[in-house]
């Protein structure tokens, strides 16, 4: 421990409002000292923004010296960082990073995501960063500029640094980034000439059998903010539990995804991650470290429980609710595929659950019609507590492929083949034999991971998407016309699908109020109202990465998916709204959509009251509209984040 760091209990500015849940939380950053990382005080903060037009970058004269940031690094142990995309390996221009060796191992061989999530600085979505600095061979009339990455990374290992950051960046009007992973579809992770808090080695787990609070009693897991999906899957495993998480292996357990409202395979049971959340530990933009829970601050319990990350305040970590013994889920995949190509499909991943071979339709129109009865069973995936996953996409000149995942919680194989016969019957009116081979306690759960996922780079997860919550009512009212909604909806997805060049996928989970309980609804978190009420979740995506397009052409890409069958459904779902951690870079009316109107005033008034300095800014975040990124697209261009942070202008 440094000498600018001592024991919590020491003094009285955070000792009576935080609860340190480990030792790295003991570690806070004392008054006093270096003055540039000094705290301030929320009570006496103007009211209005009045700081700079635009967030202070490295090549403005009021960047702070490198004497400061020298005196910053010696203050937080010198886990301060400088450091360069790894894709510079590929950049003659990049004097000291260059190697062709390096270069053709990015390319050729790294091909593991980790290479990106165990980075300071790489996102995994590169358009939305500003695909500056892609790892390709040729790099012709590419660059390599530095504006996608931070300028400097806190490489966080206890809450002082995350404090000391915190107040650096606010006293000098600096751009603040948070990175956990760098998921984030808007690589909201990243920015130019920002000063990045990089939480990822903040990976301890405690397991409490017995925990008692306000209106909770039972088991409870203590996560850092650093603990990602696998490990966490891991952790089950090794204590004989279970707790909801990220389906996706390397997605951030206590990152974005708790705070934006986050789905798993349990989300139908158990409610989304927001809902697990007890309390948290949070440095906010005044520099203090807190604790928020239904016993104190409840603005920001309310408001970090499905507000979003990165808008906030800083967490270090959390205690969720967890349920002894491991849960056990049933499962199948199938597939059935249609068109001239159908042979030559490479099937996807059967998500651990043994799938058959396709089934060959050899009538397109009986191929979506198949599409629909499976949208149409959906609501009996997730009123049994389960997750579904029905993707129809394009696999080559008038040749489709759908593919499904259907796992019920608690349920045995057999129980699974009992539950899918109806649908299965179904298909088989159509003409459709479809087979198919369950088992239980597949993936996730049954068997420890590695964390290595692997993702075509450069580019990453590269693709432009629109979503949307289908609401209950979709499936429940009476037809109005001749076809139901739903039915509408389907030949909307099966328009966008036929394009070519957009695929689909529908995530069946209903994280109610029911499945979220009680304690939810005695405080009730920020969570979007639509997902209270939905049955499925739609991504239109492009169906190609889109990384190396301009910013222009990224424009027209997205106008583009605008006007395919997503902008349908859209407009048949007027009352429901959009997942926030897989949105539109454009989400008309984002607020709204979000957060719900009266969910969206609230939380602006927490954002208000905790950070009238606008320090923490992403895009499309509470109070972002405040802040654009230029250019952007009053310029013609898809705003990324290589841009710069500046106020709005009125009028
Ligand atoms: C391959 C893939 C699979 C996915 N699968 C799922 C899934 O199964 N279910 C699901 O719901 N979503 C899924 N997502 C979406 C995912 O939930 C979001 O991308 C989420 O934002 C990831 O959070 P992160 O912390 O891992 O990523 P990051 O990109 O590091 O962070 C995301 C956002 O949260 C902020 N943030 C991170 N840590 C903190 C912190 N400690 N305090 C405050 N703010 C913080 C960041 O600033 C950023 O704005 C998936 C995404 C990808 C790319
Ligand atoms: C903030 O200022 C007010 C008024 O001066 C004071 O009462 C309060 O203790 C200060 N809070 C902190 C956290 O310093
Ligand atoms: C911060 O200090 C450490 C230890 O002295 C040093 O290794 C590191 O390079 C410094 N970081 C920067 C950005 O100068
Ligand atoms: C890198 O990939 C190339 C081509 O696939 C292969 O021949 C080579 O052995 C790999 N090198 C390493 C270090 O993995
Ligand atoms: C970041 O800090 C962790 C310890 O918390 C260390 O293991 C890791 O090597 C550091 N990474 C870099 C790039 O300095
Ligand atoms: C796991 O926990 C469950 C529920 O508490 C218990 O019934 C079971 O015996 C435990 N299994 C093991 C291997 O400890
Ligand atoms: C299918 O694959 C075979 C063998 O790889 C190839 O010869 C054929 O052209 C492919 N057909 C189509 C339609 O792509
Ligand atoms: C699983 O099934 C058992 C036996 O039917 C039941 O007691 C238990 O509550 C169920 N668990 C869940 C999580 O639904
Ligand atoms: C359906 O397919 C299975 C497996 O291919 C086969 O055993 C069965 O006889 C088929 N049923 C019908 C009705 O065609
Ligand atoms: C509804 O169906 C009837 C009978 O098939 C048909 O005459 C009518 O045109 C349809 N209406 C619409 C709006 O499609």
Redesign the pocket.
Known sequence: MSFFFILVAAFSLVSAEIRPNFNYEVQVLRPGGFKDVAFRNLSTAPKEYQGPNCKIQSDDPEWPSEELWAQLNKTIDGVLLKPHPVGAACYPSQTGYYSKDTCSYLVNNATS?RLFLDDPVN???SWAQGGSCLQMLDTTGRSCNLLGTPTYVVNASSVGHIQAAVNFARNHNLRL?????????????TGSGALS?W?HF?KNMVYVDHFRVRDYEGPVVKLG??V??WEAYNYMIAKNISFAA???A????????T??????PLASLYG??ADQVISLN?VTADGRFITASADQNQDLFFA?RGG?????????SMIVRAYQGSTSIGGLTYYFTTGPNAANITTPSDRGYAATAPVYIPDREVFWKAVTTYLKFAIKIVDAGGFGFGDPSPAGKDTYIFASTITIPNFSAEDTLTFVRPLFESYRALGINITATPKTASVPYAKPGNGI?T?GFPGG?DRMFITRLLPRGVWTEASAGNSTRLELISAAIRRSVETGIYKVTT?AYAPTIGAAGKYNEKYPPAVNPSMRNMVIHCNTFTNNQVFLQSKAQLLETHRGLSASGAAEIRALTPESGA?F??ADRLEPDFQRSFWGEEGYTRLLRVKRIFDPWGL?W?SN?VGSEEWELTPGVRDGVMPTQDGRVCRVKRG
């Open positions: 995501t996102s995994l979505t980034v948070v990175k956990g992973t760098g998921h984030d579809f808007h690589a909201k992770n808090v939480t903040l903010v650093g990602e999906a990220p389906l996706e390397t997605v951030g357990h206590g990152g974005g995804w705070f934006g409202g986050g789905h798993g989304l991650g949070v970090l979003g990350g990165g808008t906030f305040g800083i967490v270090t996922t993702i997860i995530r997942y951690n897989e923490f992403a975040t």
